[in-house]
């Protein structure tokens, strides 16, 4: 994208990317836009980075104008875009003042649209009530970048919309038009949708999506907390654990009666209590490997589908190789399978998160560093492309003028020689995507200390479990013991994806018994010991994972028999074991309770 087809016409652009007055913001589209048509009511927003205070008098002298929310509310997003452009291009906003004041747009305008929708369906229906007579609360439930505070400028908004309790509402000042209080909320949905989402002649306030709901497009708009619970524990699917790890109540946020206003947070503790155990497992849990391998290779693909022929659509700051998703997808991954143990890993902010696992050790300092800084850059990349045409879109511009205006807001050169945007960009996605793939290796690339990579020499998928053919591969005292095993009726119970974990377990470990690297009698010490946590597939998770965790094993195995009963007393020791530094270094008394002590800081 460097050549002459790109930017050769560069200097017929100069005089738009300068301005008059110097200011970059003036080339965005958007902000020309804006200008032309909101040019009386730019003043009404206060000076300096929205917050929810300025937005609040800035919405209350449209509301004086205008005499719809939804009008007012529209024209405010209007407002508040301009303002980011100038910050950001003009000012080089710090990137959290962007997000934040983004996100606190959505906070302000869910808020004002709930309150009034629930207002609405009270005076025709009365309130939905509990069981006890208590009203039955809605929560909307900010999903992703919303409830991690880390809105784009151009982004929709993931919602869920959840109530405590199921019931009938009191009906109207006559006692009539009672509905259930699922018909009540379903409609509040709407409405709210109606005051946010609508498209009218002064555009939207932010696009919605509910994709992210219990069954998806064909689940209910709004579902009960009980229904919610029974879902996570039947149907959760392991990638739906990543989108609640972010999830916060947005709205309401105010008494629906008009009363002084009242957080209500606190009366959210039962969904938490909910979400909590979904997302967080009480011991290590790696079975989210398989899932994000899948979902990432689903996004890969519908990414090179979409480049094909059109190379242009492969420099996708967000979706392409090395893009901003990837990023956070190794920080989730991380958090989801450590927030179990280490309640400081539950931060939804992807910049916090980073930092906190490289304080904890679960990442280099210096590979958090960079993936952080990779991340701000992505970021700021993505919200100049939205700038230029408010369009929900995260490709690089192929026009010249553009491109050569993201490159100077940034303070980069970019012209027909050489182009400094393009050339970090390459960079950092190259990093990003080094350290994505190492995470999402495969279980088997993992090296062992012969340096032979896990099951790379077992001659490809071996066969089923509970096949001769799989036998036959084993050494004699190994295989009759696998044949004992496959007799038993909780092995033939297992799923398949659990049968086919341990098929790969039992061949590495008869790999390792044939390289020397443990015993034979270690590998059939192995089989023993495995047997009683068959029903704890995470800890077959993590021994797939990481080869170099159940070599330790096959080593402490062969020691003597009493670690191998300790170890099936007490199997979550091996969690342990996948801590480098026990290796590394000699037992420190007074290191040991200090971190025992930080371990009983962070659950409190």
């Known amino acids: 994208?460097?050549?002459?087809?790109?930017?050769?016409?560069?200097?017929?652009?100069?005089?738009?990317?300068?301005?008059?007055?110097?200011?970059?913001?003036?080339?965005?589209?958007?902000?020309?836009?804006?200008?032309?048509?909101?040019?009386?009511?730019?003043?009404?927003?206060?000076?300096?980075?929205?917050?929810?205070?300025?937005?609040?008098?800035?919405?209350?002298?449209?509301?004086?104008?205008?005499?719809?929310?939804?009008?007012?509310?529209?024209?405010?997003?209007?407002?508040?875009?301009?303002?980011?452009?100038?910050?950001?291009?003009?000012?080089?906003?710090?990137?959290?003042?962007?997000?934040?004041?983004?996100?606190?747009?959505?906070?302000?305008?869910?808020?004002?649209a709930c309150n009034q929708a629930l207002r609405e369906l009270d005076a025709v229906h009365g309130a939905p009530l509990g069981p006890g007579g208590q009203r039955a609360e809605l929560w909307v439930v900010g999903m992703g970048k919303l409830g991690a505070r880390e809105l784009n400028v151009s982004s929709d908004i993931d919602l869920i919309y959840v109530y405590d309790h199921d019931g009938e509402t009191a009906g109207n000042a006559e006692g009539r038009n009672r509905i259930s209080n699922h018909e009540y909320f379903g409609k509040a949905v709407k409405a709210i949708y109606s005051l946010i989402g609508d498209t009218t002649e002064h555009g939207f306030v932010f696009r919605v999506d509910l994709a992210l709901r219990p069954n998806g497009n064909s689940g209910p708009a709004a579902v009960s907390l009980g229904a919610l619970e029974e879902y996570f524990q039947v149907q959760g699917r392991e990638w739906e654990r990543f989108a609640w790890l972010k999830s916060r109540v947005i709205a309401p946020r105010s008494c629906v009666d008009g009363a002084a206003a009242a957080p209500r947070e606190g009366t959210a503790t039962a969904l938490r209590g909910v979400v909590l155990p979904f997302v967080f497992r009480r011991y290590l849990d790696y079975?989210?490997?398989?899932?994000?391998?899948?979902?990432?290779?689903?996004?890969?693909?519908?990414?090179?589908?979409?480049?094909?022929?059109?190379?242009?659509?492969?420099?996708?700051?967000?979706?392409?190789?090395?893009?901003i998703r990837e990023i956070e997808f190794t920080v989730q991954l991380l958090q989801v399978v450590?927030?179990?143990?280490?309640?400081?890993?539950?931060?939804?902010?992807?910049?916090?998160?980073?930092?906190?696992?490289?304080?904890?050790?679960?990442?280099?300092?210096?590979?958090?560093?960079?993936?952080?800084?990779?991340?701000?850059?992505?970021?700021r990349v993505e919200h100049r492309i939205q700038f230029l045409d408010d369009q929900q879109t995260h490709l690089l511009p192929t026009g010249d003028g553009d491109l050569n205006w993201i490159a100077r807001s940034l303070g980069l050169a970019c012209n027909a020689d050489a182009c400094e945007l393009l050339d970090r960009l390459g960079e950092m996605r190259e990093f990003v995507a080094l350290e994505f793939d190492a995470l999402l290796h495969d279980g088997r690339e993992s090296a062992s200390p012969s340096g032979n990579g896990g099951c790379k020499s077992c001659g490809g998928t071996p066969p089923p479990l509970d096949s001769e053919a799989f036998a036959e591969k084993l050494p004699p005292e190994l295989a009759e013991r696998v044949r004992h095993l496959c007799a038993l009726p909780k092995v033939q119970a297992l799923r398949e994806e659990s049968k086919a974990r341990l098929t790969r377990l039992i061949a590495r470990a008869a790999q390792a018994a044939q390289r020397g690297d443990c015993t034979m009698e270690a590998a059939t010490r192995f089989v023993d010991w495995v047997e009683p946590l068959l029903r704890r597939e995470s800890y077959l998770a993590l021994l797939v994972e990481r080869a170099e965790v159940q070599q330790r094993l096959l080593r402490l195995l062969g020691l003597a028999r009493w670690p191998m009963r300790y170890?099936?007393?007490?199997?979550?020791?091996?969690?342990?074991?996948?801590?480098?530094?026990?290796?590394?270094?000699?037992?420190?008394?007074?290191?040991?309770?200090?971190?025992?002590?930080?371990?009983h800081e962070a659950w409190e």
């Not at 994000?292 to 979409?306: D, G, M, N, S, T």
């Not at 969690?575 to 290191?591: G, K, N, Q, V, Y």
């Open 1 to 112: 994208m460097t050549g002459s087809g790109l930017l050769g016409s560069m200097h017929s652009n100069e005089v738009l990317l300068t301005g008059e007055s110097g200011a970059l913001a003036g080339h965005s589209r958007l902000v020309q836009r804006l200008r032309r048509r909101y040019a009386a009511e730019l003043a009404l927003l206060p000076d300096g980075p929205p917050v929810q205070a300025t937005m609040a008098a800035a919405y209350a002298a449209l509301r004086a104008i205008h005499s719809d929310s939804g009008t007012a509310l529209r024209i405010l997003r209007q407002l508040v875009m301009e303002r980011l452009v100038r910050l950001d291009c003009d000012e080089q906003a710090p990137l959290a003042t962007i997000t934040r004041a983004v996100t606190e747009l959505a906070e302000f305008a869910l808020d004002i």
């Open 287 to 323: 079975n989210v490997f398989d899932a994000l391998r899948v979902l990432h290779r689903q996004i890969r693909e519908h990414a090179a589908k979409r480049s094909a022929g059109r190379p242009e659509r492969a420099n996708d700051v967000k979706l392409s190789r090395g893009g």
């Open 338 to 379: 450590r927030g179990g143990q280490f309640p400081e890993m539950r931060t939804r902010s992807t910049l916090k998160a980073l930092s906190r696992l490289a304080a904890s050790g679960l990442m280099k300092p210096e590979s958090a560093a960079r993936l952080a800084e990779a991340y701000v850059f992505l970021r």
């Open 567 to 599: 170890l099936m007393r007490h199997p979550g020791v091996i969690d342990e074991l996948a801590d480098e530094r026990l290796l590394h270094s000699r037992f420190d008394a007074a290191e040991f309770a200090a971190e025992l002590e930080a371990r």
